[in-house]
Each structure stands twice: as structure tokens, then as C-alpha cells.
């Protein structure tokens, strides 16, 4: 089994940073790709960035391209999501999400393990 625990959400004002830090403990292969989802007010829970942990490789949604970078660092089993230029419509939910597969995806039933969320909430 892998456990996921997101840390680093609060509340900012619009135009900060933030680091969103996930922790992967238990059955986590190094290999394996992480991902970055969100889910804000009343919406459906949405793709924001992934990584393969083992190339590097990253893939974005549109809406973060060149604010958020996605990152890990494996000797610690954790992923970091930084966030630049935030928005107020980047208020939501973010979740922590792993797959057994190296692959990166964007697609959420492809992730087999989520972490509990952390709130980010951006004010105008």
C-alpha cells in the first residue's frame, strides 16, 4: 500500500507563491509517476500537472502552464508542486496522486493511490 500526504496549502493573496509538497510512503516504487490534480467549489476534480519520477519528464494542463512547475526529489520519495502568479481560480483542493506505472498521465482513473488533499485558497 503507498500513503500520500499533501502539506504546504493556506491562504494567499493573488500574485504570490506557494509550494505544495507531497510525501509517498510504503509500497512506492521509484519509478513510478506522481501527479498533481485539484478540485475547486462545486466543480469536477481536475488535471493540473505529472511527473515521471524516474526521467523527470512533466506534462501540464493549459491552465498552469508556465506558473506551476512540478519536481521531485526521490532520495526523499516526495514531489513538490510550485506555484507562481497565483490566481483566485486557482483556489481548490489539491490533491497528491501516484500510479504504479512509470508513465505520466493526465487522466485521474490512471492513478491507483491519492493523498487527502490540502487546501489553497487565493484571494483577489
Known amino acids: 500500500q503507498v500513503q500520500l500526504v499533501e502539506s504546504g496549502g493556506g491562504l494567499v493573496q493573488a500574485g504570490v507563491s506557494l509550494r505544495l509538497s507531497c510525501a509517498a510512503s510504503g509500497r512506492t516504487g521509484s519509478n513510478s509517476a506522481m501527479g498533481w490534480f485539484r478540485q475547486a467549489p462545486g466543480k469536477e476534480r481536475e488535471f493540473v500537472a505529472t511527473?515521471?519520477?524516474?526521467?523527470?519528464?512533466?506534462y501540464y494542463a493549459n491552465s498552469v502552464k508556465g506558473r506551476f512547475t512540478i519536481s521531485r526529489d526521490n532520495a526523499k520519495n516526495t514531489v513538490y508542486l510550485q506555484m507562481n502568479s497565483l490566481k483566485p481560480e486557482d483556489t481548490a483542493v489539491y490533491y497528491c496522486?501516484?500510479?504504479?506505472?512509470?508513465?505520466?498521465?493526465?487522466?485521474?482513473?490512471?492513478?491507483?493511490?491519492w493523498g487527502q488533499g490540502t487546501q489553497v485558497t487565493v484571494s483577489s
Open positions: 496522486a501516484a500510479r504504479r506505472s512509470i508513465y505520466f498521465s493526465g487522466t485521474e482513473n490512471d492513478y491507483e493511490y
Open positions: 511527473i515521471n519520477r524516474s526521467s523527470g519528464s512533466t
